[in-house]
């Protein structure tokens, strides 16, 4: 079956630096992308990785190593706002999103 | 950027009714519209996909007569859940793909609440 693997729940300090991982089993591989959801909202792009290495944005950076099947999301100087949930997913042939179960952020002050 | 505007935003309706969940994308043609269903503190799940001018691919276990899936334009795209039940209470997603690029991007939800 196909299947993404993240940790349910992480907890960091506020202004601190943290890394949510996400592993993938999946029979075809079209790209990782991380979202960010708000309790109550939809998912927001994050960021999208199609090959190996790191992409930054801002506060925020993605990381892929395909021969690994993984990949991480690394949030910088962490904002009480970026208390959400956090889902890896996956792109198959077909287009469609494989998502992981979402990690939730809990930040402290 | 691209927006997809879905509507409405809440609803509550009675056992029985049929409710209509419309997402329009506002300045990009949406080729693919992906309908998602999510439940509190779970991922989203897919419920099917839909092309413009054609029938919708429904996930296993979704009931395609209960979940119609209208497609006709290539802004929009229209989720009616038929006869609803209490069990039908959730949080709907629609999300969009166009044209070109690797890019998914959301309707804000439907929040269906069913008494």
């Known amino acids: 079956g196909q299947s993404l693997e993240q940790p349910s729940e992480v907890t960091a300090v506020e202004g601190a630096i943290v890394q949510i991982n996400c592993t993938y089993q999946t029979s075809g591989f079209y790209g990782l992308s991380w979202y960010q959801q708000h309790d109550g909202g939809a998912p927001t792009f994050l960021s999208y990785?199609?090959l190996d290495g790191l992409e930054e944005t801002g506060r925020f950076s993605s990381f892929l190593s395909r021969s690994d099947s993984y990949g991480y999301l690394l949030l910088q100087e962490l904002q009480m706002k970026d208390s959400a949930s956090y889902f890896c997913?996956?792109?198959?042939?077909?287009?469609?999103?494989?998502w992981g179960a979402g990690t939730k952020l809990i930040i402290k002050p | 950027g691209a927006v997809v505007s879905q509507h409405p935003s809440r609803v509550i309706c009675k056992s029985g009714t049929s409710v209509k969940i419309e997402c329009r994308s506002l300045?990009?043609?949406?080729?693919?519209m992906f309908w998602y269903r999510q439940f509190p503190k779970q991922s989203l799940m897919l419920m099917a996909t839909s092309n413009e001018g054609s029938k919708a691919t429904y996930e296993q276990g979704v009931e395609k007569d209960k979940f119609l899936i209208n497609h006709a334009s290539l802004t929009l795209s229209t989720l009616t859940v038929t006869s609803a039940h209490p069990e039908d209470s959730s949080f709907y997603i629609c999300?969009?793909?166009?044209?070109?690029?690797?890019?998914?991007?959301f309707g804000s939800g439907t929040r269906l609440t069913v008494v």
């Open positions: 990785n199609a």
């Open positions: 999300s969009a793909r166009g044209e070109q690029g690797n890019g998914y991007t």
């Open positions: 997913a996956v792109r198959d042939a077909s287009y469609q999103l494989i």
């Open positions: 300045d990009f043609q949406a080729t693919t």
